[in-house]
Each structure stands twice: as C-alpha cells, then as structure tokens.
C-alpha cells in the first residue's frame, strides 16, 4: 500500500476554513485517496474518498492535484466538533474489490474558539 | 449505514489469560476487520475476517495470537491470546459497504483492553 505523509498537528480557529494537506507521492492509479477522521475516544468515521476529480460532501471538499501526488481535505467551516485527527489514506482499489484501509499517523487537528 | 456494536467495551485482564472480543453488525456484510490501536498510536489492521473460511492477517499478527471466528455475515469474534502488558490497546471491528458505489469503512467503539 502507497504512503501518505501528513503534518503531524494544525491549529484552526473557529468557524474559518481548514486545508488539511496530504502528500503520496508514490501513488498508483489505482489508488483511491480517503479521508477519515477519529473524534476523541470514538472509532474512525469516514469524510471523503476521491479518484481523480474533486469531490465534495457535506462534511467536507477533497481537492486533488492534477497529478494525483498530493490532496488537500477542506473543512469549510471548523467547529469545536471538528477537533479530531484526520488520516488520509491510499486504498488500491474499491472496498468490494478487496481494498484496504491502512492508516498513517495522521494530522491532530485542533480548533480554538 | 452499518451500526457496529463490540462487548466488551474495556476489560482489565491479567497476564497470561485470554480474552475474546465479539463485534455484531446490524445488517449483512462482507468484509469485516480488525484493527489495533496501541496507546497514543495510530490503528493498525490484524487481519481481514472472512465468512466461512480463515481469517487472512497482516504482516507481524499470527492465527495462534489472534484467533478471528466469522460464523455468519453479521458477527465476528476476535480473541487475544496469552496476554501480555504489550497486548494493551483499543481493539476495533470494523465493516466495509456491500454495495460498489458505496466505498465506506465503518467503525466500531472498539474494546479498550488493559493487561495487567
């Protein structure tokens, strides 16, 4: 599985906007890039998954660069709820094709009110 | 989505014994999964629990250590064999999406275990 290489911690404040940065320089592609985040004490739960093209939900955007070798995860609006760490993970593959979800150390995001 | 419940939710468990760890899903799925959390770590995945044959580990994780049951496609069970201080961690049971457009893993609230 491809690495991902993420800042270890950022600041926010409230209610501006987040730009988490992912760097996968390896990345195949097949690869799809994910985004999970894990609130304190709780098991990850998933933000955004993208191949190619930009994609956005209603918890977030993921920019990808045109050759695939970063991302970047926008929060629009941070709160107090978005305090968490953020892994961005490469996954060969869709999930019923057998993918796997490999974590890296992620980024431990913190919002100041 | 896929609700995933885990039992136990935190044991304190000595040296030497076992403990197993069950995961129930509230609907059909087909891959299911087991990860690691050491203190102040990321996760890290065990092994994949397939229905109606053995699990398939990752590097560094052996069936003797973490034997995985996967009886049917709503449950599994996860056990930590001849515990050690080095086995204390949270343990999660996580599920993936049955569906091709849905890609999503989902998570349980893991099993904090300490190791006395």
């Known amino acids: 599985d491809a690495k991902t290489t993420q800042p270890n911690s950022m600041e926010s404040n409230e209610e501006e906007p987040v730009h988490l940065p992912c760097n996968h320089s390896?990345?195949?592609?097949?690869?799809?890039i994910h985004w999970y985040r894990q609130l304190p004490s709780q098991g990850p739960e998933y933000v955004i998954h993208?191949?190619?093209s930009n994609v956005n939900n209603r918890m977030a955007s993921l920019a990808i660069a045109e050759d695939r070798k970063s991302s970047t995860l926008i929060l629009h609006r941070a709160t107090l709820r978005d305090a968490a760490v953020y892994y961005c993970?490469?996954?060969?593959?869709?999930?019923?094709?057998?993918?796997?979800?490999?974590f890296g150390q992620g980024t431990e995001l913190s919002v100041k009110p | 989505s896929a609700v995933i419940s885990q039992k136990p939710s935190r044991d304190i468990c000595q040296r030497g014994t076992s403990l197993t760890i069950q995961c129930q899903v509230d609907?059909?799925?087909?891959?299911m999964f087991w990860y690691r959390q050491q203190p102040g770590q990321s996760l890290t995945l065990i092994a994949t629990?397939?229905?109606?044959?053995?699990?398939?580990?990752e590097s560094g994780f052996v069936i003797d250590k973490f034997p995985i049951s996967r009886p049917n496609l709503t449950f599994s069970t996860l056990t930590v064999s001849n515990m050690s201080p080095e086995d204390s961690s949270i343990y999660l049971c996580?599920?993936?999406?049955?569906?091709?457009?849905?890609?999503?893993?989902?998570f349980g609230p893991g099993t904090r275990l300490t190791v006395l």
């Open positions: 996580s599920v993936g999406e049955r569906r091709a457009s849905t890609d999503t893993q989902y």
């Open positions: 390896t990345i195949s592609g097949t690869d799809y």
């Open positions: 993208g191949l190619t």
């Open positions: 993970i490469l996954r060969e593959g869709l999930y019923n094709q057998g993918g796997k979800l490999i």
């Open positions: 609907s059909q799925v087909t891959m």
């Open positions: 629990a397939n229905q109606g044959s053995e699990a398939t580990y």
